[in-house]
């Protein structure tokens, strides 16, 4: 079946926002709900694609957007929160609150195909709130069999619009020394592109129907190594000093309370205690007939401000000019 009308939670984001225009690439009419309008500006002029003012954890209006849709993708996640057990409200209601909602509103509009945005290292065990809020969305949103479900697992995504490389390349900008908490921490960042090919590649699979799986780049390193590279490909590069645990919480907690936008939390600390790489033991990229692409290849042309356009400015503008 080919799911020609699809609802996109989440689509106004940095992975949405790629997701939704190689959508609409394809001809597929894409709804796209967003808190304001003005957040989802960028995707107004692709064609087949609608930007709607509604709240998602408003049970009421979750269900009048999924009425007559062929598919939902859920891409809702939020790395801060407050703290709680086995974790805060902010974590329950985007992970695993919003998920059991979508489940109940498919099942009244009988909307049988999800797409689902899990975290790589999802654990309901797992050390920090986003990981087991992560896992429990999972459960959730498996919850119905009668319901073709597919989750992603992703490292972490990295792309022109991303918040890791582009944060730390802004910091060395700025900064002689960079102090790194969890410095040894290991990561297998992975494209933007090919993680949105991924959810193109499966929404019409039944082969996927029920799987999870885990999207990692073909190369691991550690957070030490990604800040490097950051520093260098932007033509800013520092030297990197890493802290031992109890110097690197102190820097998670400080970030977390200071002024502005959280880069930090304590929760991001916890989180990078577990490794944030494939487990092998469940499918990935080669099984949707996608190779990773290396994060030499992308990143340092973003980094050092070479790189292209994304794909959805391309499509905005040739729509315009029609």
């Keep these: 079946m080919k ?4 609802l996109v939670i989440g689509g106004d984001g940095f992975i949405g926002s790629h997701l939704v225009a190689q959508l609409a690439a394809l001809g597929r009419r894409i709804t796209v709900p967003a808190r304001r309008r003005e957040r989802g500006k960028h995707l107004i002029m692709l064609p087949t694609v609608d930007v709607v003012e ?10 009048a957007l999924i009425q007559g849709q ?6 809702v996640g939020i790395l801060h929160g407050d703290t709680g057990i086995p974790y805060g409200k902010a974590f329950a209601a985007a992970h695993v609150d919003l998920p059991k909602k979508i489940i109940a509103a498919c099942q009244l509009a009988r909307v049988k195909r999800i797409l689902h945005m899990s975290a790589l290292g999802a654990d309901v065990s797992g050390p920090s709130m986003y990981q087991r809020s992560k896992a429990d969305g999972e459960h959730a949103i498996f919850i119905d069999p009668a319901i073709a479900v597919t989750c992603f697992r992703p490292s972490v995504v990295f792309g022109r619009e991303d918040h890791f490389l582009n944060l730390f390349a802004t910091l060395q900008r700025w900064f002689p020394f960079i102090p790194l908490a969890g410095a040894n921490a290991r990561f297998q960042p992975v494209y933007v592109s090919d993680v949105v090919t991924a959810f193109v590649n ?3 699979d039944p082969e996927t129907f029920g799987k999870t799986y885990e999207l990692v780049g073909p190369q691991v390193y550690s957070l030490a190594q990604l800040v490097k590279f950051a520093g260098t490909a932007s033509g800013y590069p520092r030297p990197i000093l890493g802290l031992p645990d109890g110097l690197g919480r102190l820097q998670a907690t400080m970030m977390e309370f200071a002024p502005g936008p959280t880069l930090m ?15 092998g033991r469940l499918p990935g990229f080669e099984a ?12 340092p042309l973003y ?3 070479q790189h292209p356009r994304t794909r959805y400015d391309h499509l905005r503008e040739r729509h315009a000019g029609n």
């Excluded at 799911?3 to 699809?6: C, F, P």
């Excluded at 509604?54 to 269900?63: I, R, S, T």
């Design 3 to 6: 799911h020609q009308n699809i």
């Design 54 to 63: 509604a709240d998602v954890n408003d049970a009421g209006q979750l269900a």
């Design 70 to 75: 062929d598919a939902v993708i859920n891409l």
């Design 202 to 204: 499966a929404l019409d």
């Design 265 to 279: 939390s304590r929760d991001n600390f916890d989180s990078m205690k577990a490794d944030n790489v494939a487990s």
């Design 288 to 299: 949707l007939g996608i190779q990773a692409t290396p994060l030499e290849q992308e990143a």
């Design 303 to 305: 980094l050092s401000g």
